[in-house]
């Protein structure tokens, strides 16, 4: 796991070196008018995915995988934020009597000698993957109206009764959160691996260093 943050920390300190000029105007004269780029980051291509002769359908699927991404990390930061703050499920885990609250918070859920068993984590991979194959997909022919839109003709919390200024808003402000979510879930997984810098990954919310 340390060599995996270490890994991500040095992918994230390559992302803000500098990009060659012209690829990056390129890629910034290309698409400057599309939803996403605002404040506070303005384009946001951390990792030059967008660099050269970049498509349509190439920016497509990349936005699409940053909208997931996003909302998956900040069910994740609330997850850590709910469950830091000690609010579990009631009962138990399993037949052996294990309550949903013996079993340690963060990373640490997943992988170490007080995890989830390996049944339990096998059966959350399953349900996710049902998710993602059943629910969290573009539908072609459903009326979706942009990259991301999962509603699938089934859903809607209103959202057909919005303007168009109304949904641009929204929309950005979801990538922007996002965004944060992703920065924050993943400064809340590096942190819980440095203990030895005097971290306390026991103490509610995220902890500190002492």
């Keep these: 796991m340390k060599s995996a943050i270490i890994a991500a920390l040095i992918g994230s300190a390559a992302a803000f070196a500098p990009a060659q000029n012209k690829a990056a105007t390129t890629a910034l004269n290309a698409f400057e008018d599309e939803l996403g780029v605002q404040p506070p980051l303005g384009f946001f ?13 190439r920016f497509d699927r990349l936005r699409y995988v ?19 703050a000690g609010i579990h499920l009631p009962g138990n885990i399993d037949y052996a009597g294990n309550a949903f609250d013996s079993f340690p918070n963060g990373v640490a859920a997943l992988i170490g ?17 049902w998710l993602e194959i059943a629910f969290m997909r573009d539908v072609p022919g459903t ?57 306390d990954p026991d103490l509610p919310i995220i902890g500190h260093l002492q």
């Design 113 to 129: 000698p007080d995890s989830i068993p390996f049944e339990g984590q096998g059966q959350i991979i399953a349900f996710i993957g």
């Design 66 to 84: 940053e909208i997931k991404h996003g909302r998956i990390a900040q069910l994740a930061f609330l997850g850590q934020v709910v469950t830091r």
């Design 143 to 199: 009326g979706n109206e942009h990259v991301g839109d999962f509603r699938n003709g089934a859903l809607d919390f209103g959202w057909d009764t919005f303007d168009e200024e109304t949904k641009l808003s929204k929309r950005a402000i979801e990538l922007n959160n996002g965004r944060a979510a992703m920065f924050g879930i993943l400064g809340l997984m590096v942190h819980e691996e440095i203990q030895p810098l005097g971290y």
């Design 45 to 57: 291509d951390p990792f030059g995915m967008l660099s050269g002769d970049c498509s349509q359908e």
